[in-house]
């Protein structure tokens, strides 16, 4: 997996649309390389799956990037390895203020 996603970073348009419906196959991924490489696309699903708020916050962050090709995105039936959901509600807002409430 670390590979896709280090591809769709360093290549220009290896992919536009990437769903992934997984269990814990991406939750170890580092979360600058998740973050960077899911706004290089244009839409991202991504269902059933373990994910850190490291990984989150950063997929918000670089949202706000004026370089983001994200333009839809859809997060389903996460689960998060740490407790709680701690992620920046100014954080949120910005995002879905920019491609919708489709974030959270």
Do not use: C
């Not at 995105?73 to 203020?97: H, P, S, T």
Request: proline share 2%; charged share 30%; hydrophobic share 45%.
């Amino acid at each position: 997996m670390l590979a896709l996603f280090v591809a769709v970073i360093e290549n220009e348009r290896p992919l536009r649309r990437l769903e992934l419906y997984v269990q814990g196959a991406i939750y170890k991924l580092n979360p600058d390389i998740f973050g960077k490489a899911l706004n290089r696309l244009e839409n991202v699903h991504i269902e059933d799956t373990k994910l850190l708020i490291g990984q989150l916050t950063s997929l918000a962050k670089n949202i706000l990037k004026d370089e983001s090709r994200l333009k839809n995105m859809m997060l389903y039936d996460l689960y998060f390895e740490e407790m709680g959901l701690d992620i920046e509600a100014d954080l949120v807002y910005k995002v879905r203020k920019k491609i919708g409430d489709h974030f959270l």
